[in-house]
T-cell receptor, first 114, second 109 residues
């Protein structure tokens, strides 16, 4: 099974442009998450979804939006990219949103905003 | 504020034992996770502790002391493939995961 896939693998984006990072899981997990990982910092939660049709804000939601139209897909959109959004973005999923479940991570998208 | 502390980097020798420490100060506690992350790859689950004590899983063991706000990951019989970053994460009172910055473990032959 593929688990979680993310696209693109990497991207260079001009500041001010918009972009959608794609995330798809085939494990029928209810909960999905978007994190960013920056050097010297822990993973930081951007947005999450405990079930299809619902979303919530994490620790660093500003400048990002998400949607959860179905169980499998959880795209992350940057409406107007800024250089501080340069990071590695990981999508993750878990069976439930209870927090005690193991999270399974996608391979990541490396985004550079110039 | 909430804080997770881990050493930034550690070096160990192939075949040896290494202990990676994690101390935490969080608003509440609902468990502690350890994840492994090889360079350029996704984090993968290693262990989850919610009760005090040691849990052993093959060459890896994880220990928790809730009263001390302390955990460690013990890796035995180190192999070159164990070179990776090890991430400590605590589930707080709101069931949100708070992540440490990770410990980069370098294994030398």
């Amino acid at each position: 099974t593929a688990g979680i896939t993310q696209a693109p693998t990497s991207q260079i984006l001009a500041a001010g442009r918009s972009m959608t990072l794609r995330c798809t899981q085939d494990m029928r997990h209810n909960a999905m998450y978007w994190y960013r990982q920056d050097l010297g910092l822990g993973l930081r939660l951007i947005h999450y979804s405990n079930t299809a049709g619902t979303t919530g804000k994490g620790e660093v939601p500003d400048g990002y939006s998400v949607s959860r139209a179905n169980t499998d897909d959880f795209p992350l959109t940057l409406a107007s990219a800024v250089p501080s959004q340069t990071s590695v973005y990981f999508c993750a999923s878990s069976d439930t949103g209870q927090g005690t479940d193991t999270q399974y991570f996608g391979p990541g998208t490396r985004l550079t905003v110039l | 504020g909430q804080n997770i502390d881990q050493p930034t980097e550690m070096t160990a020798t192939e075949g040896a034992i290494v202990q990676i420490n994690c101390t935490y100060q969080t608003s509440g506690f609902n468990g502690l996770f350890w994840y492994q992350q090889h360079a350029g790859e996704a984090p993968t689950f290693l262990s989850y502790n919610v009760l005090d004590g040691l849990e052993e899983k093959g060459r890896f063991s994880s220990f928790l002391s809730r009263s001390k706000g302390y955990s460690y990951l013990l890796l035995k019989e180190l192999q070159m493939k164990d070179s990776a970053s090890y991430l400590c994460a605590v589930l707080d009172s709101n069931y949100q995961l708070i992540w440490g910055a990770g410990t980069k473990l370098i294994i030398k032959p």
